[in-house]
């Protein structure tokens, strides 16, 4: 009796552990692939070798790069070289991407750059925040852009227990933010499990001096964030349930979650077009290129606009796809007058103009 009870115990965990198997292959849509969308007037940016994971743009058409991050699970080309800030000036007819300079005291050797953002002071004050993985730790710094001489002053460094794997952040005031945490533990085998298991326990938090807290929970994994043109909006990607959460922002900074637009890929980082109001999307059509790399079959990159969130009905278009022949494993897509950059978690970036 013994021995039947502990091979029908067996064999209902191996059950269990294969159909976690199967459902993260069909997370990671193992077996998409995708149709190219082509667009004319493009170039690959020099000096981007290694990723531009995320990248946010000023008004004035600075725009500002995430690149070199390392993560566990994920291809390198530059494996010893530690991340840093790059800028291009897109009102320039031939822009190049610069790196900016970080003032003394920064521990530069361990900056592992995530996701970004931006925010403009009453006093036209420059903020850039940070995701940050130091040697796959975490935290998030806050910079003030200093544009006479093209430097990052760093200005704080931030961890909290409820920021324990912080993937994006979206800035709303000059050391405020939410953020997302793509995995509820720090711990790297504990993150593979919880992913594996399909958990749902990955959130949004509200940061500030006085107060933090978690104001959204309940996600596969919790990515790329943004605010709506008039701030009454948060969106949230999460990337393996392949949604985009629509959340209202109330005035104690709390979110409820007004509507889920579903897709048919893995969505990393959100940006918002300033002209339009709409939505650009990096995108992964398959993810499990992205964790499994080979330069033969490389993992492909996808742009989506979602025009009118709001609406009963969102426009989803295609702006750009590639099966990773130029551009691998897009992770971000930022326009500004007719010129869209796409960045990566570990590859190029490329500058069209549309």
């Known amino acids: 009796m013994g021995r039947l009870l502990g091979l029908s115990l067996l064999g209902i965990a191996l059950g269990l552990l294969g159909e976690r198997f199967l459902a993260l292959r069909n997370r990671l849509r193992a ?28 008004p004035n058409g600075l725009a500002f790069f995430s690149v070199g991050l390392k993560y566990p699970g994920f291809n ?8 840093g800030i790059l800028m291009m000036d897109l009102n320039d007819d031939n822009p190049r991407a610069l790196e900016l300079r970080i003032s003394r005291g920064f521990n530069l050797a361990s900056f592992n750059p995530s996701g970004i953002s931006t925010f403009i002071d009453s006093d036209d004050t420059v903020y850039l925040f940070v995701v940050n ?13 200093q ?32 953020a997302t945490n793509d995995h509820y533990f720090s711990d790297t085998f504990l993150k593979y499990l919880e992913t594996y298991l399909n958990l749902h326990w990955t959130n949004v938090v509200y940061y500030s001096p006085n107060e933090v807290k978690v104001v959204a929970e309940g996600f596969d994994s919790a990515n790329g964030i943004n605010i709506s043109p008039d701030k009454k909006y948060i969106y949230v990607a999460d990337t393996m349930a392949h949604e985009i959460h629509v959340l209202e922002k109330h005035p104690n900074m709390n979110l409820t979650q007004l509507k889920v637009l579903k897709l048919d890929t893995l969505v990393d980082n959100l940006s918002i077009d300033p002209s339009s109001g709409d939505i650009l999307v990096g995108c992964h059509p398959n993810g499990q290129k992205l964790f499994i790399y080979d330069p033969n079959n490389p993992p492909s990159s996808e742009v989506l606009r979602i025009q009118n969130i709001l609406s009963e009905k969102p426009a989803v278009t295609t702006v750009y796809a590639n099966n990773g022949s130029v551009l691998q494993g897009s992770s971000v897509a930022s326009v500004y007058d007719k010129k869209l950059l796409v960045g990566t978690l570990y590859h190029r970036a490329l500058y069209c103009e549309l």
């Open 147 to 178: 544009e006479d001489d093209n430097s990052l002053l760093h200005l704080k460094t931030i961890k909290h227990e409820l920021l324990p794997s912080v993937n994006d952040v979206i800035a709303v005031g000059p050391a405020h933010f939410y």
């Open 76 to 83: 390198s080309f530059t494996p010893d070289k530690p991340g």
């Open 133 to 145: 993985r130091p040697e796959f730790k975490n935290a998030v710094e806050i910079f003030k852009f």
């Open 31 to 58: 077996s998409s692939e995708i149709e190219p969308v082509d667009l004319p007037n493009c170039y690959l940016i020099k000096g981007i070798e290694a990723g531009a994971a995320d990248i946010d743009i000023l």
